[in-house]
């Protein structure tokens, strides 16, 4: 048990401060790098640098091998079209931790098994290669035979309206035989050459049915209306569009015309607007068109068996791609991750790669035995064994990057606040707190038992079937956001029913749990019903539901939820400010007594806030811990409450001056003479010692630089500025902040007079704008917290809307009509309640809450612009289905 205990202390300690990190330098033989690779990005806690970071893409190492990564994850994605086409899915694939023990079991660990290099890229690469050549040759194949077959489809619907059509023309004195004969030799395609001008040509074939008024008018107008044309729709979806198979709705045409020259034109027609034309027999000779309409029934019935065929092929062959695609695809991105790596290694010696990266520094014993265990199982120990060096911290290139121990309770957490801001190296986490207080906030907004136990059924639904729900990750953005959520959800569905039980709401309605404590005045006359309290009772939780039926119901829940709302933001507050005074103490690097972030910006923001806002709570609370009835008060005031607002105004316009009226204490002006004369002295510790201090050091060490210039000054003087440049904490010194870019050190040439005081003015500026802007957020903030009671009043009347308008007000009547609106009111009231309240409700509950955290919490103290750990973690990248980085 003590155990457990220590292990929960300590991970929570870990998540509140990012993991410690350390550089190394790694040295790898080539010929083993692959495999050493392969092992460290199991463990995922090495994040390499880019030592090749002035090279261009094309001009790296293992170019080739990334490419032909590529080339291999373009096949498999080709496939993958091709299963989602047939709607063959995918054989799931096994857990990420068992195919990459598989891979490394398949890698071996004897001597002789490690000495054969198992280059998966070869034969991944070999049987992606013959599945895919295989599978263009079948759809290559499928192709040509569909639009062959679609022809025949259409060939057979030209030649059956033309049969009907020529049936029709024989008994019908459409045209005069005498001077018109409709014929043809079937010789040409659409017709034949005549020698009687008298008779005429025709053209046949099939347009789409979107073309059809446009090319019907084109010919109208190119030959002058010197032709006659008939159309035919073709009821039939069998026809499709090849490549992406679409039905096409197309239409059977005939065009009839004498003069040779406007048949060129009808043909030049026809290919504009993608028209296809038939050879069809003369339409004089119904028996010649009955033959051929037979011989394309035998061939389309021939044709559709080889398609058929075809099909099942690919299906087959489809089939058994679905098998490994998965792995193919997993083993795809291992192996380019691996080459992504090692192109940021810097090849300085033949033979021989250089690397370096951030490594966890709990890790870092556990990655340079792995790193040399594994050069020893590659068969190559008899030469130069791989290292891994630690870098000393005064030689780091760069700030570390952040990194926390999350699971999958505590990851969305963790995103939320990354969204915002990755936290800096070692700054306190706002996750930590998060967990609690942002669910909280939108509890006390969405606060209604009814609500809040749907929300925590549907969230506790999909935590249980989590691995169900798990295999449908990626289908849909939406759900996975959800999914993602759900542990979130879960507490905000608790908070909702909590704070329900606090306001007694219960889909708007008051629950009478325990017995009221105000009991009916019998003795009053009128329309009224009138209460009277119980001295001897208090509802035991929340309030009393006689409060519901009040007719004051709105004022008193207004003054109760504004004023909780006022006391959760100061609360809220003071924790962050709490955080920066955690921070100025853990980044402390001169003492105690030295330390200008704790001195002159977390106590004095602390008492400032406390002495104000922190003083309103409590006026808030002790207000409502006396009693004001004539009964029970015994002090001079007691049947006029003081109106607080005016109380805290006149903190200001009248100091140490409380009209008895006003008053809720004794001595309680004296007590706010001092509270504002505390607030009055922060601002200016707040405002002038800290820029004036950093000035003085910056000047010394200037002077000192000046005193000893040289290597040994030269060192120390870099790591002194930079000291008290991160104390300062952006002190406009730099392009982002942190001095970079003018760090004094006495290294460097002196700047000179001018440019000492440009960078003194930053200062000043800076904490200026900062003490401005806390002071004056310190109101505008406490302000922002009354979202909790806006939106927690609007959630309450919206619902007692919905359930007057669409439920109770049919319930009264008892007759057949009254039960069958009732029912329709509730079935109203159920659509309106889920859609308007379940769902646009809860978004906006949850957007202010996140509001809240983000910005009246967080800046505070936090600044954010860390960077998040990277490493090379084939795990993580696979579970996610991401690229390998």
Same mark, same amino acid.
């Given at each position: 048990?003590?155990e457990?205990?220590?292990?929960? @202390?300590?991970g929570?300690?870990?998540?509140?401060?990012?993991a410690d990190?350390?550089?190394?330098?790694?040295?790898?033989?080539?010929?083993c790098?692959?495999r050493?690779l392969?092992?460290?990005?199991?463990?995922?806690?090495?994040?390499?640098?880019?030592?090749?970071?002035?090279?261009?893409?094309?001009?790296?190492?293992?170019?080739n091998e990334?490419?032909?990564c590529d080339?291999?994850e373009r096949k498999?994605?080709?496939?993958?079209?091709?299963?989602?086409r047939?709607n063959? =899915?995918?054989i799931?694939?096994?857990s990420?931790?068992a195919f990459?023990?598989?891979?490394?079991?398949?890698?071996?660990?004897?001597?002789?098994?490690?000495?054969q290099?198992?280059?998966?890229m070869?034969?991944?690469e070999?049987?992606?290669d013959?599945?895919?050549?295989?599978?263009?040759?079948?759809?290559m194949?499928?192709?040509?035979?569909?639009?062959?077959?679609?022809?025949?489809?259409?060939?057979r619907?030209?030649?059956?309206?033309?049969k009907?059509?020529a049936?029709e023309?024989?008994?019908?004195?459409?045209?005069?035989?005498?001077?018109v004969?409709?014929?043809?030799?079937?010789?040409?395609?659409?017709?034949?050459?005549?020698?009687?001008?008298?008779?005429?040509?025709f053209?046949?074939?099939?347009?789409?049915?979107?073309?059809?008024?446009?090319f019907?008018?084109?010919?109208?107008?190119?030959?002058?209306?010197?032709?006659?044309?008939?159309f035919?729709?073709?009821d039939?979806?069998?026809?499709?569009n090849?490549e992406?198979?679409?039905?096409l709705?197309?239409?059977?045409?005939?065009?009839?015309?004498?003069a040779?020259y406007i048949?060129q034109?009808i043909?030049?027609i026809?290919?504009a607007?993608?028209?296809?034309?038939?050879q069809?027999p003369d339409l004089s000779n119904?028996?010649?068109i009955?033959?051929?309409l037979?011989e394309?029934?035998?061939?389309?019935?021939?044709?559709?068996?080889v398609?058929?065929?075809?099909?099942?092929?690919?299906?087959s062959?489809?089939s058994?791609?679905?098998?490994?695609l998965?792995?193919?695809?997993w083993?795809a991105?291992?192996?380019?991750?691996?080459?992504h790596?090692m192109n940021?290694?810097?090849?300085?010696?033949?033979?021989v790669l250089?690397?370096?990266g951030w490594?966890?520094?709990t890790?870092?014993?556990?990655v340079?035995d792995?790193?040399?265990?594994?050069?020893?199982?590659?068969?190559?120990?008899?030469v130069?064994?791989?290292?891994?060096?630690a870098v000393?911290q005064?030689?780091?290139?760069?700030?570390?990057p952040?990194?926390?121990?999350?699971?999958?309770f505590?990851?969305?957490?963790?995103?939320i606040?990354?969204?915002?801001?990755v936290?800096?190296y070692?700054e306190?986490n706002p996750a930590l707190?998060?967990?609690?207080t942002?669910?909280?906030f939108?509890g006390?907004?969405?606060?209604?038992?009814?609500?809040?136990?749907l929300?925590?059924?549907?969230?506790?639904?999909?935590?249980?079937?989590?691995k169900d729900?798990?295999?449908?990750?990626?289908q849909?953005?939406?759900?996975?956001?959800v999914?993602g959520?759900?542990y979130?959800?879960v507490?905000?569905?608790?908070?909702?029913t909590?704070?329900?039980?606090?306001y007694?709401?219960w889909?708007?309605?008051?629950?009478?749990?325990?017995?009221?404590?105000?009991?009916?005045d019998?003795?009053?006359?009128?329309?009224?019903?009138?209460?009277?309290p119980?001295?001897?009772w208090?509802?035991p939780?929340?309030?009393?539901p006689?409060w519901?039926?009040?007719?004051?119901?709105?004022?008193?829940?207004?003054?109760l939820?504004?004023?909780?709302?006022?006391?959760?933001g100061v609360?809220?507050?003071?924790m962050?400010?709490?955080?920066?005074l955690?921070?100025?103490?853990?980044f402390?690097?001169?003492?105690?007594?030295?330390?200008?972030d704790?001195?002159?910006?977390a106590v004095?923001?602390?008492?400032?806030m406390g002495?104000?806002?922190?003083?309103?709570?409590?006026? @808030?609370?002790?207000?409502?811990?006396?009693?004001w009835l004539?009964s029970d008060?015994?002090?001079d005031n007691?049947t006029?409450?003081?109106?607080?607002l005016?109380t805290l105004?006149? @903190?200001?316009l009248?100091?140490?001056?409380?009209?008895?009226?006003e008053?809720?204490?004794?001595?309680?002006g004296?007590v706010?003479?001092i509270?504002?004369?505390?607030?009055?002295i922060?601002? =200016?510790?707040?405002?002038?010692?800290?820029?004036?201090?950093?000035?003085?050091r910056m000047?010394?060490e200037h002077?000192h630089?000046?005193?000893?210039h040289g290597a040994n000054?030269?060192s120390?003087g870099?790591?002194?500025?930079?000291?008290h440049?991160d104390?300062?904490n952006?002190?406009?010194?730099?392009d982002?902040?942190?001095?970079?870019?003018?760090?004094?050190?006495?290294a460097?040439?002196?700047?000179?007079?001018?440019?000492?005081e440009?960078?003194?003015?930053? @200062?000043?500026?800076h904490?200026?704008?900062?003490?401005?802007?806390?002071?004056?957020?310190?109101?505008?903030n406490?302000?922002?917290?009354l979202r909790l009671?806006a939106l927690?009043?609007?959630?309450?009347q919206?619902?007692?809307v919905?359930?007057?308008?669409?439920?109770?007000?049919y319930?009264p009547?008892?007759?057949a009509m009254?039960?069958?609106?009732?029912?329709?009111?509730?079935a109203?009231?159920?659509?309106?309640?889920?859609?308007?309240?379940?769902c646009?409700?809860?978004l906006?509950?949850?957007?202010?809450?996140?509001?809240?955290?983000?910005?009246?919490?967080?800046?505070?103290?936090?600044?954010?612009?860390?960077?998040?750990f990277a490493?090379?973690?084939f795990?993580?990248s696979?579970?996610?289905?991401?690229?390998?980085?």
């Amino acid at each position: 048990m003590a155990e457990q205990e220590s292990n929960s @202390i300590r991970g929570v300690q870990e998540w509140f401060r990012s993991a410690d990190m350390e550089y190394i330098n790694v040295v790898l033989q080539e010929d083993c790098a692959h495999r050493v690779l392969s092992q460290v990005g199991r463990m995922g806690a090495v994040q390499f640098t880019d030592l090749n970071a002035d090279k261009t893409v094309f001009q790296r190492r293992y170019v080739n091998e990334v490419q032909r990564c590529d080339q291999v994850e373009r096949k498999l994605r080709y496939l993958e079209e091709q299963l989602n086409r047939f709607n063959i =899915p995918a054989i799931g694939s096994p857990s990420v931790d068992a195919f990459l023990d598989r891979l490394d079991q398949r890698q071996g660990t004897d001597n002789e098994v490690s000495r054969q290099q198992v280059n998966y890229m070869d034969n991944l690469e070999n049987h992606v290669d013959e599945k895919e050549s295989e599978l263009v040759q079948l759809n290559m194949y499928n192709s040509t035979l569909s639009n062959d077959y679609f022809a025949q489809i259409e060939l057979r619907h030209v030649l059956q309206q033309a049969k009907t059509y020529a049936q029709e023309n024989v008994t019908d004195a459409t045209f005069d035989a005498q001077s018109v004969e409709v014929s043809g030799s079937g010789d040409v395609e659409g017709g034949a050459t005549y020698d009687n001008a008298l008779r005429f040509r025709f053209i046949s074939g099939v347009v789409t049915r979107e073309n059809r008024n446009r090319f019907e008018r084109m010919v109208f107008r190119s030959t002058r209306g010197n032709c006659l044309m008939r159309f035919y729709d073709i009821d039939d979806d069998t026809i499709k569009n090849v490549e992406t198979g679409e039905t096409l709705m197309k239409d059977v045409f005939i065009v009839f015309f004498q003069a040779p020259y406007i048949e060129q034109k009808i043909r030049r027609i026809c290919d504009a607007f993608e028209a296809r034309l038939y050879q069809i027999p003369d339409l004089s000779n119904v028996a010649a068109i009955e033959d051929r309409l037979r011989e394309v029934h035998e061939d389309i019935n021939d044709r559709q068996r080889v398609l058929q065929k075809n099909e099942t092929d690919i299906k087959s062959l489809l089939s058994e791609v679905a098998q490994y695609l998965e792995v193919w695809k997993w083993i795809a991105m291992r192996e380019k991750s691996i080459y992504h790596t090692m192109n940021h290694f810097a090849d300085d010696v033949s033979g021989v790669l250089r690397g370096e990266g951030w490594v966890i520094a709990t890790k870092r014993e556990e990655v340079a035995d792995m790193i040399a265990r594994a050069h020893a199982e590659s068969g190559t120990s008899n030469v130069m064994p791989s290292s891994v060096n630690a870098v000393p911290q005064s030689e780091w290139p760069s700030t570390p990057p952040t990194f926390f121990r999350t699971n999958k309770f505590t990851r969305v957490f963790q995103v939320i606040v990354d969204t915002y801001g990755v936290p800096r190296y070692h700054e306190a986490n706002p996750a930590l707190t998060t967990v609690i207080t942002f669910p909280f906030f939108f509890g006390v907004m969405f606060g209604d038992i009814g609500h809040g136990l749907l929300l925590t059924i549907f969230a506790l639904y999909i935590v249980f079937k989590e691995k169900d729900f798990e295999k449908l990750k990626g289908q849909n953005e939406l759900g996975d956001m959800v999914f993602g959520g759900r542990y979130v959800i879960v507490l905000m569905g608790f908070f909702a029913t909590y704070c329900g039980f606090i306001y007694n709401d219960w889909f708007a309605m008051g629950l009478r749990l325990w017995p009221s404590k105000w009991i009916v005045d019998e003795t009053a006359h009128g329309d009224t019903i009138h209460f009277n309290p119980d001295p001897d009772w208090t509802y035991p939780l929340g309030v009393d539901p006689t409060w519901h039926r009040a007719d004051n119901d709105l004022l008193f829940f207004n003054s109760l939820k504004m004023k909780m709302a006022v006391i959760f933001g100061v609360t809220h507050m003071m924790m962050g400010l709490f955080h920066r005074l955690l921070n100025a103490l853990y980044f402390q690097d001169r003492g105690l007594l030295h330390n200008l972030d704790l001195w002159f910006e977390a106590v004095p923001m602390i008492i400032f806030m406390g002495a104000l806002f922190g003083y309103m709570c409590f006026l @808030i609370l002790y207000k409502w811990s006396l009693g004001w009835l004539e009964s029970d008060c015994g002090r001079d005031n007691c049947t006029n409450p003081p109106a607080l607002l005016s109380t805290l105004i006149n @903190i200001a316009l009248q100091p140490g001056n409380v009209p008895i009226e006003e008053s809720l204490y004794s001595g309680q002006g004296t007590v706010q003479a001092i509270l504002l004369l505390l607030a009055v002295i922060n601002v =200016p510790l707040m405002l002038i010692p800290k820029p004036y201090f950093l000035i003085k050091r910056m000047k010394n060490e200037h002077h000192h630089g000046d005193a000893h210039h040289g290597a040994n000054g030269s060192s120390s003087g870099v790591q002194d500025s930079q000291a008290h440049l991160d104390e300062g904490n952006e002190l406009m010194l730099g392009d982002d902040g942190h001095g970079d870019s003018t760090t004094l050190s006495p290294a460097a040439p002196p700047h000179g007079e001018e440019e000492e005081e440009h960078s003194a003015g930053d @200062i000043w500026i800076h904490q200026a704008i900062e003490t401005i802007e806390f002071t004056l957020g310190c109101i505008s903030n406490t302000a922002s917290y009354l979202r909790l009671w806006a939106l927690s009043l609007a959630h309450s009347q919206l619902a007692s809307v919905f359930l007057e308008k669409a439920l109770l007000d049919y319930l009264p009547d008892d007759s057949a009509m009254g039960v069958i609106l009732a029912f329709a009111g509730y079935a109203i009231f159920a659509a309106i309640t889920f859609a308007v309240l379940m769902c646009m409700d809860n978004l906006e509950c949850f957007l202010h809450s996140l509001r809240l955290a983000w910005v009246e919490f967080q800046n505070k103290f936090y600044k954010g612009d860390g960077v998040a750990f990277a490493p090379l973690d084939f795990r993580a990248s696979l579970v996610a289905g991401l690229p390998v980085a």
